[in-house]
């Protein structure tokens, strides 16, 4: 399985499109994050949208000042919302992403925020982490301009903490 976590964000970054950090989290850590996300009662066939073919998942959403109830309920994603969360940002929403090798993702635009922020036209921020990698061809996420020039082709790496503008494909 290949296990994302995608956080949309409202934060402006000072880096142009995107950044990583590997070696985020510990591998225990991702072990536990791994375990609990697969376990989870709510995890199911992803309702995301068509863009999203033999997934699983599950999404949270919640603002800033909910973040302990958020935790109450969900405490195995506090060292990721820790090192993703700022106090510059209200709504987030995260998404605990499954994909096996036949899932695939098409090329879309992060709007699942803007049911319960409309004045939000894209989130500014979105975060990628990559819990678990199958033995796998492909997978790269590529980012995209709105003129569809790419920016970037991102390999995905075990422990890999992805960050890009959230107005990007």
């Given at each position: ?19 990583e950090?590997k ?12 375990n ?15 863009n999203?073919?033999n ?8 603002k ?31 998404n ?5 090798l036949n899932?695939?993702?098409?090329r ?14 894209f989130?500014?921020?979105v975060s ?12 790269q ?8 020039g ?20």
């Open positions: 399985y290949t296990l994302m976590l995608f956080n949309r964000l409202k934060n402006i970054w000072s880096w142009q499109y995107y950044t950090e070696e985020a989290f510990s591998l225990t850590y991702l072990s536990v994050l791994k609990e996300i697969l376990n989870s009662p709510y995890l199911a066939d992803n309702v995301l949208n068509y999203f073919d997934t699983l998942g599950f999404s949270i959403i919640f800033y000042h909910a973040l302990q109830r958020t935790l109450e309920k969900f405490p195995f994603f506090a060292s990721y919302l820790e090192k993703v969360m700022s106090t510059e940002n209200n709504v987030y929403y995260l605990a992403l499954v994909l096996t899932s695939s993702v098409q879309h635009i992060d709007y699942s925020l803007r049911p319960y922020a409309p004045n939000l036209r989130p500014r921020r990628v982490l990559y819990v678990e990698i199958p033995k796998m061809e492909g997978g996420l590529i980012l995209m301009k709105e003129d569809n790419i920016i970037a082709e991102i390999q995905p790496e075990i422990n890999k903490l992805l960050y890009f503008k959230g107005h990007l494909k």
